[in-house]
């Protein structure tokens, strides 16, 4: 249901693409200030773009840019996000080639 109800306002907000459930990380904040420690839920998708398609940053990003399926692992050694492209090769059915290893 939560895919349902996010789907229309991605498509309403001018995005293209198909979004699919993937991953769903919880780390914790710090306190910081008045705000006590807590959880942090992520909810992450694999969105498979359209050739060309173009980014749009927002003021919450530092720097936004699409990666070949192979090339993730040269610009991250952080787990979660290694952890989400090997469930995306899985649910892709992508050969050890194709994703680089």
């Known amino acids: 249901m939560a895919e349902f109800a996010f789907v229309p306002w991605w498509e309403n907000a001018g995005r293209a693409g198909r979004l699919v459930p993937l991953d769903l990380d919880v780390h914790p904040i710090p ?48 787990e979660s996000v290694l952890r989400l492209q090997r469930k995306a090769a899985a649910l892709l059915g992508l050969s050890a080639a194709d994703r680089g290893a």
């Open 31 to 78: 306190a910081r200030g008045s705000e006590p420690r807590h959880d942090h839920w992520d909810v992450r998708f694999l969105l498979r773009a359209g050739t060309g398609q173009e980014l749009s940053m927002s003021d919450e990003s530092n720097d936004l840019r699409w990666f070949a399926f192979a090339e993730l692992a040269s610009a991250t050694t952080e």
